[in-house]
Nanobody, 115 residues
Framework: QVQLVESGGGLVQAGGSLRLSCAAS????????MGWYRQAPGKQRELVAV???????NYADSVKGRFTISRDNAKNTVYLQMNNLKPEDTAVYYC?????????WGQGTQVTVSS
């Protein structure tokens, strides 16, 4: 059973930065992409950023220019560097791994941005 463990969330003032990490409990074969989603209270879960096995990235319009996704294949870890955070970025952030067979989700980490 694969587990994705997120870390790095917390409380930060607007304009600040956080770096989220997501580590897999073991090597995951046949990965298509790894990414980050978020869910704010009363809202649907939305895609924040994704990075494919080829290294291609895609971002939600709301975070372009502020967030950067990266991965360390040797460590099966994906990162999300979040700069210039805004109160509307407040949400629970979830790590996701998409393989040809299964989808894996982390338990989520809370990010709170105060104004």
């Amino acid at each position: 059973q694969v587990q994705l463990v997120e870390s790095g969330g917390g409380l930060v003032q607007a304009g600040g930065s956080l770096r989220l990490s997501c580590a897999a409990s073991r090597i995951i074969p046949n990965i298509n992409a790894m990414g980050w989603y978020r869910q704010a209270p009363g809202k649907q879960r939305e895609l924040v950023a994704v990075i494919t096995s080829a290294g291609n990235t895609n971002y939600a319009d709301s975070v372009k220019g502020r967030f950067t996704i990266s991965r360390d294949n040797a460590k099966n870890t994906v990162y999300l560097q979040m700069n210039n955070l805004k109160p509307e970025d407040t949400a629970v952030y979830y790590c996701h791994t998409d393989t040809i067979y299964y989808d894996y989700w982390g338990q989520g980490t809370q990010v709170t941005v105060s104004s």
